[in-house]
């Protein structure tokens, strides 16, 4: 499996994105799968994971303000980000892996399958 992510760009607080995760070479149908952010100078993060069948789970930080969603006929995940902050600001990474628990979502180091990131830029 190979992931895509697009969609970064640069707002101002309040804005919104949507990114997008592409998935290739496989169906991720039957995958769970997550989001994450890094920051200049901090450790990755979790942000997002949807399940399988579609559940999501949040950071604290983002609640109420992002929404993870997929779409498996298109084999693509999302991520859509409303009432952009600041401290938003960083390369966005989607990710999976096989053999994922619900447990474990919260957790970079059991996600094997990383797309390569796309930057949001949230000017103040």
């Known amino acids: 499996v190979q992931l895509q992510a697009s969609g970064g760009g640069l707002v101002q607080a309040g804005g919104s994105l949507r990114l997008s995760c592409k998935a290739s070479g496989r169906t991720v149908s039957t995958y769970h799968m997550g989001w994450f952010r890094q920051a200049p100078g901090k450790e990755r993060e979790f942000v997002t994971a949807i399940t399988r069948n579609g559940g999501t789970y949040y950071a604290d930080s983002v609640k109420g303000r992002f929404t993870g969603s997929r779409d498996n006929a298109k084999n693509t995940v999302y991520l859509q980000m409303n009432n952009l902050r600041p401290e938003d600001t960083a390369v966005y990474y989607c990710?999976?892996?096989?053999?994922?628990?619900?447990?474990?979502?919260?957790?970079?180091?059991?996600?094997?399958?990383w797309g390569q990131g796309t930057l949001v830029t949230v000017s103040s």
């Open positions: 990710a999976t892996s096989a053999g994922l628990v619900l447990s474990s979502l919260g957790l970079k180091d059991q996600y094997h399958i």
